[in-house]
């Protein structure tokens, strides 16, 4: 094929869904369920297709495409930044994950949401997020990937706020979006910093520029990486910026599954791995990547185990495996990070569609509580679902396994990770198993909890979709090789992992542990898997009702950011500044008033006044003659 | 090129509207609509006729005639590339004042139209003024008339509205008329002939202890006019009360002379003296930018909340201008016109909401989007703007201005970055209390069932600054292609001034 229909193909890419955007937003509810999905998944196929010949085009003699399309503006004389993509491997592996995942969460969106009376609006801001993600996946420079970054940032709140008439939906679209955007903020301060710096904002120039002007330990490399990683925390929901995704629960399912499991959360990720030049010439920063990574892995692994919400357990779960990325790019294991973003996009795609399906089945119903015995009325989402949690747990064969195994075979050596978070990397892969079993056996097992009658969609669509991605996550494991040839050449300046004395034990204990978690969970949890007249309740202690609410960070950030700002924006509601003006004006009033009293037309008060006034003039008069006289006799 | 032309025919236009009001009732503003139309189409050629001819980089001497002979006071005009962007921004928010006040005027409605072109005469007589007597008349013209809309066609509290405007305006250029009339004084003294021909006082020689004072003067009155913290609080109450057309010029185009004077007069006449201010202004700017974030989160009126969060962009353009350096100058550039056409576009939202519920409050408002999605999709556009989404204008305004103050101020700009943080609060807090949610039980019935979505005319107003905005943030260039020269001239200039 050509170069230059290449590089059209590559500038076409995210024009697909925009145009699809357009028609939809402007033609809105005229269009009918039939046109509208035609037009915004045919989008998604030509998008993905092209994204797939494309990356065709990538080898080891063409490691970079680039497509500029227009100047945005003019920095300096030497520093144009450019509305210009550029896709190299780690790239590559981005588009096919948003394109073709995206393709088939919106073939299921199409059939999920065919009954809501705004289905055009939902796929045009399903088409419109695929934009800004192609956009930030596909940058040349930080001012455009920071578009991107917006972009998805909004799409994220107008999805998660769909159903806006609920009061709860609208907040927690709120606090996704300002929680995101403090750590957007620190992102663009981090820009600031890279241009006044280096001069530059383009990607490779940076990371160039970065590794030629520093070296290791330099303050600047430290604080621009610091900087950025707030940018990452926010967007990926990592500690401490972590509490906006559980609530974003409150979209559709569809869209918790494109965006808020497989492509939007992983952008943290995405800009660590782009950035890693600078990253690498701050291991400070990186063993900060890697703590926050495992930290955040626990804490979401021990607040999974006590939700009563599918949804929620799942977004605690896409929390902790997005802590594992970064984990992995902690220690420096940056093809292993990407890799298992891949295929947890796979799984986590798969097992919130079938949550959806299953969701749907039971009239909304959410509530773990209130399933139960699902495995042998709803068969097929059964299976679909054991699938994923199978990769979500890792056992050998999955892709989740080939994907985390890579991750946690590299931790002990790693120099900016060590053996104290491989530690935790085991703990975390011991909870998953854990809350798995837990959430497989309150669903699917058990008694059935619910009163209503069951009503699986038989949709086609539906059914594709799930499949297509059940297969992709059994064999996701196949795409390593492929990967880690692709990713190659991009990571080339990140040192290799040496590993040495290791302990014969590592992989052992790392294969064993998930089933040391099913173990556990057998007999743990049996009161959940057998069937008994035994009614079960959610837990109700302290510790639980705090696990369950993410550990206490929402009142955490409630006593110490939002009640003070509330406060003082309520006390200052009249703005202290115009009142302390207003002072003149009521001075002047006070004069005014004074004055006009003293006119009240009364001959008893004038003469008062008179008499008054001309006695306090005779005193002054006489006191200052005696003052006078005084001195004058004094001198 | 004749801006005495384009002046004068507002003028007349806003004559006419009144005197066509009196032949036959609703005329006004068709009269109005087609006459600024003309001038605008006109003011386009005109420059593009001449744009071959003239270098707009530098300022071009338009006309310069003798006024008052007996203090050599001239009327003097000149167009620089700043002045062109300015007064086209003028006319295309005229347009838009005219659209918007199609139906909300109901009184005096041939005087209304007469005082609104007035003031856009006054504004651009502002814009190219290059002598100084003659810059604080038009300074004065453009209040006048701007007064009398907000009194008579204002909201509940209009009078005092009117006066706190008026009376913070007066007191701050008194201020800067004693320092004009102390510069004429200066050259009077330095070569023995009265002048207030602005490129006559590029060339004095100013010691830095009196041009500090000098400096003040001018500084203060814009700095009302901007307006910057702690004297902004005229602003709330002035947007709040004044007819949606009022709001929209106020904030699309008032402001902007605050802006136009610091970089005409402060920066390029006291180069020394603002250089050694420049801290403190920078200062100012950034407690602008937080401040107006935080009281624009505070407020239920919406309108008023508009009005906190223009103070607050308009403290990017304080910061950016003090920061001297090249990139915050063109960002300081762009703040302005996307800040004259977002703000613009949230005041005449604001007037179509009130004009369907008849109250400000946000309390009232919620689950809009139900009725009125198109409504709807555009308020999002215009709240996104305001809180610098990229893809629209205000974004690479900010962008532009917080990267360049960054090289000169990193402390100080890693605060003002923080204003991002707020506008998103308080731009949530507009979007989501008026469209999403539920209808306000609080609401009459009959309003439920009236609230329609956006007509035609409303449409096209709201389609205009959408896609100026989406083709600005998309292709800056278009604007500031006339700055990538002359502002680092600019700048270096003033650098270089100062150095000496």
């Known amino acids: 094929m050509s170069e230059s229909i290449t590089v059209t193909l590559l500038a076409l890419l995210p024009v697909y869904p925009l145009v699809s955007f357009v028609l939809l937003i402007s033609f809105a509810k005229r269009l009918s369920w039939h046109v509208a999905a035609t037009i915004s998944v045919g989008a998604m196929v030509l998008s993905a297709l092209s994204s797939f010949v494309v990356i065709e085009q990538l080898s080891v003699d063409v490691p970079v495409i680039t497509a500029h399309l227009w100047l945005w503006f003019t920095l300096s004389s030497s520093e144009q930044v450019n509305i210009s993509f550029y896709l190299d491997g780690l790239a590559a592996v981005m588009i096919c994950v948003v394109t073709g995942i995206g393709l088939l969460i919106h073939i299921f969106a199409a059939a999920y949401m065919r009954e809501d009376a705004n289905f055009t609006r939902f796929m045009a801001y399903m088409n419109l997020f695929i934009v800004a993600m192609l956009i930030l996946v596909l940058a040349d420079n930080l001012v455009l990937l920071y578009l991107g970054w917006e972009g998805v940032g909004l799409c994220s709140f107008l999805l998660i706020g769909f159903w806006y008439h609920e009061k709860a939906n609208v907040l927690a679209a709120r606090k996704a979006f300002i929680v995101t955007r403090v750590g957007d903020t620190a992102m663009a301060i981090g820009l600031f910093m890279i241009f006044k710096e280096i001069g530059q904002l383009t990607i490779i120039d940076v990371n160039e520029s970065a590794r030629a002007l520093w070296v290791v330990g330099d303050s600047q490399p430290y604080w621009i990486a610091l900087l950025l990683l707030g940018g990452a925390v926010g967007k990926s929901a990592q500690l401490p910026l972590q509490t906006w995704l559980p609530d974003a629960m409150a979209g559709p399912t569809p869209v918790s599954a494109l965006i808020h499991a497989a492509t939007m959360v992983t952008a943290g990720v995405y800009l660590i791995a782009r950035m890693h030049g600078i990253f690498l010439l701050a291991p400070e920063v990186m063993t900060y990547v890697a703590w926050l990574g495992a930290l955040t892995l626990l804490l979401a692994g021990v607040a999974a185990l006590t939700q009563t919400d599918i949804k929620r357990v799942l977004a605690y779960s896409t929390m902790s495996q997005i802590g594992y990325m970064m984990l992995s790019l902690g220690a420096g294991a940056f093809s292993a990070g990407v890799f298992h973003l891949m295929t947890h996009a796979f799984f986590k795609a798969l097992l919130f569609l079938t949550a959806g399906a299953i969701i749907l089945a039971l009239h909304h119903q959410q509530n773990l509580f209130k399933m139960g015995g699902l495995l042998k009325r709803l068969p097929l989402e059964t299976t679909l679902f054991s699938i994923g949690l199978v990769c979500l747990m890792a056992l050998p064969g999955s892709s989740g396994f080939f994907s985390k195994e890579a991750i946690i075979a590299q931790l002990f050596s790693s120099t900016t990770a060590g053996p104290l978070l491989w530690f935790c990397a085991i703990v975390g892969a011991l909870l998953t198993s854990i809350y798995s079993c837990r959430l497989f056996f309150l669903a699917f097992m058990g008694n059935a909890r619910f009163e209503t009658s069951l009503q699986p969609s038989s949709s086609k669509l539906l059914r594709f979709s799930l499949v297509a991605l059940a297969i992709l996550s059994i064999i996701g494991g196949v795409f390593e090789n492929v990967l880690m040839v692709s990713l190659a050449p991009v990571f080339i300046a990140a040192p290799v992992i040496e590993i040495l004395n290791e302990p014969t034990w590592l992989h052992s204990v790392a294969i064993a542990t998930p089933f040391v978690g099913i173990l556990f969970s057998w007999f743990y949890f049996a009161k959940y898997r057998v069937v008994s007249d035994v009614k079960i309740v959610e837990n109700s202690s302290g510790l639980a009702r705090f696990c369950r609410q993410g550990l206490g960070f929402d009142s955490l950030y409630t006593w110490l950011l939002v009640k003070p700002y509330c406060a003082l924006a309520k006390l200052n509601r009249k703005d202290i500044f115009d009142q302390l003006l207003m002072l003149n004006a009521w001075y002047v009033s006070l004069c005014h008033d004074v004055l006009t009293s003293s006119q009240n037309g009364k001959l008893r008060w004038y003469v008062a006044a008179i008499g008054l006034t001309t006695l306090l003039l005779l005193l002054t008069l006489l006191l200052t003659v005696n003052v006078g006289e005084v001195s004058m006799e004094a001198s | ?500």
């Open chain 2, 1 to 500: 090129m004749s801006i005495t032309f384009v002046m004068c025919s507002l003028l007349i236009a806003g004559g006419l509207a009144w005197f066509a009001e009196g032949v036959k009732a609703n005329s006004a503003r068709y009269v109005a609509l087609l006459l600024v139309l003309i001038i605008s189409v006109y003011f386009v050629f005109a420059l593009i006729m001449t744009n071959s001819s003239a270098d707009y980089n530098q300022l071009h001497l338009l006309v310069r005639v003798a006024w008052i002979n007996r203090f050599n006071i001239e009327y003097a005009l000149a167009i620089d590339y700043l002045s062109i962007v300015l007064v086209s921004l003028t006319l295309f928010l005229s347009l838009i004042c005219i659209l918007v006040s199609w139906h909300e005027i109901k009184e005096k409605v041939g005087f209304y139209y007469f005082n609104l072109l007035a003031s856009i005469a006054g504004i651009i007589g502002v814009f190219t003024a290059v002598d100084m007597f003659l810059f604080f008349f038009f300074w004065e013209v453009m209040l006048l008339p701007m007064t009398a809309l907000i009194a008579i066609w204002g909201h509940e509290n209009k009078h005092f509205a009117a006066i706190k405007f008026f009376i913070f305006t007066q007191v701050s250029s008194l201020l800067m008329l004693v320092a004009i009339i102390a510069m004429a004084a200066v050259h009077f003294k330095q070569t023995g002939q009265l002048s207030f021909f602005y490129q006559d006082w590029l060339a004095l020689d100013l010691p830095l202890s009196l041009a500090q004072y000098l400096m003040l003067g001018f500084f203060i009155a814009f700095a009302v006019k901007l307006p910057s913290v702690p004297v902004h609080s005229w602003l709330p109450d002035a947007h709040t009360q004044a007819p949606t057309a009022g709001s929209v010029l106020l904030a699309g185009v008032l402001l902007k002379t605050g802006a136009y004077g610091l970089i005409r007069f402060v920066l390029q006449l006291f180069p020394e003296a603002s250089l050694n201010f420049a801290p403190f202004a920078a200062t100012l700017g950034v407690v602008s930018i937080l401040y107006g974030a935080k009281m624009a989160f505070a407020q239920q009126d919406l309108k008023r909340l508009v009005a906190y969060s223009s103070i607050s962009h308009m403290g990017f353009v304080m910061l950016a201008l003090f920061s001297f350096n090249a990139i915050a100058y063109q960002g300081a550039i762009l703040t302005l016109v996307a800040h004259g056409l977002s703000s613009a576009a949230l005041f005449s939202l604001a007037g179509m909401i009130y004009s369907r519920i008849h109250s400000r409050n946000l309390m009232n408002m919620g689950g809009f989007w139900q009725n009125a999605p198109r409504m709807g999709g555009f308020a999002l556009v215009f709240a996104a703007a305001a809180f610098g989404l990229p893809g629209l204008a205000n974004f690479v305004a900010e962008f532009l201005s917080l990267v360049g103050a960054y090289q000169v101020y990193p402390l100080l700009t890693i605060f003002a970055a923080l204003g991002l943080i707020g506008s998103a609060i308080y731009g949530m807090v507009l979007f989501q209390n008026s469209f999403q949610g539920r209808f306000q039980a609080s609401l009459p019935a009959p309003e439920k069932s009236l609230f329609k979505d956006l007509s035609t005319r409303e449409l096209l107003v709201c389609s205009a600054l959408v896609s100026l905005l989406v083709v600005i943030g998309f292709y800056p260039n278009l604007v500031l292609t006339f700055f990538q020269t002359a502002d680092i001239a600019l700048v270096n200039h003033n650098l270089a001034g100062a150095v000496q």
